[in-house]
C-alpha cells in the first residue's frame, strides 16, 4: 500500500523513524506543524498516520472512533492487535497506550476504499492551518503562541451510512472553538461525500495550548512563514536532496496536528 514507505515492519513491531513521520506529514498530509519535523525537541509521529495505517491493517468500518492517549515519538516500537476486536488499543513496548480504536457496523477491506478513504482524510485533515484554524482563533481573539506553538490531535470519529461508494471526499461542515485561559479545545466537523451524494459524516478534535492574546501582524507572520516553508519543501529539488541526506526548509510556522 501508498504507507510502505513511511514504516518499518520489524519483529518486534511497527517502527517510525523520525524522518519518516516528517515525510509522510509533509508530503502525503500536506501538514507542516514543526512538531512533526525530525529535530523538533517535543517530535512527535503525526496522527493520521497512525489512522492510516490502522485502516491499512484492518478495514474500513462504518462508525469508527480514534482516540490518541500520548505523543508517539520516533522509533517508538508500536505493537497492533493480531486481530481487531471492537475496541482495541495500539501500544508500545511499555505497554503504554497510545491510540484506542473503536469500530461498530459493517467492515470492508477493499484495498481501493480503504486507500481512498485513508488519503481523502489525510488530505483534509493537514489543511487546518492556516485556512481553518485563523479565522476560528481570529474570532475569539486568541492566537498561536509564535514562540511555542503546540496544536495537539486528541480524537476523530466517522460514521458512514454504508460502505457501498468510491472515491470519497471530505467537505468542511461545522467548527467550533472554546478558550478556556490559555488552552482552546477545537472540534471540526466534515461530511463525506461519493458522486455528489452525502455518505456520511465525521468530526477531528484538537487541543490548542499556549493561547495568547490575538496580534493580527504576528498571525499574519505565522501565516506566511507557514507558507514559505510549504513552498520551500515542494520546490523542484529540495525533495532529491533531502533523499540523499541534505537538510531542506524545515522550520518555522505552525499547522495542525
Same mark, same amino acid.
Given at each position: 500500500m501508498f504507507l510502505e514507505p513511511f514504516y518499518h515492519e520489524a519483529a518486534d513491531g511497527v517502527r517510525i523513524s523520525p524522518d519518516q513521520a516528517s515525510r509522510f506529514a509533509k508530503e502525503v498530509a500536506g501538514d507542516f506543524n514543526p512538531i512533526h519535523d525530525p529535530d523538533a525537541k517535543r517530535f512527535c509521529?503525526?496522527?493520521?498516520?497512525l489512522f492510516a495505517l490502522v485502516l491499512q491493517r484492518y478495514g474500513l468500518s462504518q462508525? =469508527?472512533?480514534? #482516540?490518541? $492517549?500520548? =505523543?508517539?515519538?520516533?522509533? #517508538?516500537? /508500536? @505493537? &497492533?492487535?493480531? @486481530?481487531?476486536?471492537? +475496541? &482495541?488499543a495500539v501500544t508500545d513496548t511499555r505497554e503504554r497506550i497510545c491510540l484506542r480504536v473503536e469500530r461498530e457496523g459493517e467492515s470492508s477491506r477493499d484495498a481501493d476504499l480503504v486507500r481512498a478513504m485513508a488519503c481523502s482524510y489525510v488530505a483534509f !485533515?493537514? *489543511?487546518?492551518?492556516?485556512h481553518v484554524l485563523v479565522p476560528l482563533l481570529r474570532e475569539q481573539g486568541v492566537m498561536i503562541n509564535p514562540e511555542r506553538? /503546540?496544536?495537539?490531535? %486528541? $480524537? =476523530? !470519529?466517522? +460514521? /458512514?451510512? @454504508?460502505?457501498?461508494? !468510491? %472515491?470519497p471526499k471530505l467537505e468542511h461542515a461545522e @467548527? +467550533?472553538? %472554546?478558550?478556556?485561559?490559555? +488552552?482552546?479545545?477545537?472540534? /471540526?466537523? &466534515? $461530511?463525506?461525500?461519493?458522486?455528489?451524494? #452525502?455518505v456520511g459524516q465525521g468530526f477531528k478534535k484538537l487541543l490548542v !495550548?499556549?493561547?495568547?492574546?490575538?496580534?493580527?501582524?504576528?498571525? *499574519?507572520?505565522? =501565516?506566511? $512563514?507557514?507558507?514559505r516553508q510549504k513552498a520551500a519543501y515542494a520546490a523542484p529539488g529540495v525533495k532529491n536532496a533531502r533523499a540523499h541526506g541534505v537538510r531542506g526548509v524545515e522550520q518555522g510556522g505552525n499547522g495542525s496536528a
Open positions: 509521529v503525526p496522527g493520521d498516520l462508525g =469508527m472512533c480514534f #482516540t490518541f $492517549s500520548g =505523543m508517539v515519538g520516533g522509533d #517508538t516500537v /508500536l @505493537h &497492533f492487535p493480531a @486481530h481487531a476486536e471492537p +475496541r &482495541f !485533515s493537514g *489543511q487546518n492551518f492556516p506553538p /503546540l496544536v495537539i490531535y %486528541e $480524537s =476523530m !470519529s466517522v +460514521r /458512514l451510512d @454504508h460502505l457501498d461508494f !468510491s %472515491e @467548527h +467550533r472553538l %472554546e478558550v478556556k485561559g490559555k +488552552r482552546g479545545d477545537v472540534r /471540526l466537523a &466534515f $461530511s463525506i461525500k461519493a458522486d455528489g451524494v #452525502t !495550548s499556549g493561547l495568547k492574546p490575538y496580534d493580527e501582524a504576528v498571525t *499574519q507572520g505565522l =501565516m506566511e $512563514s507557514y507558507l
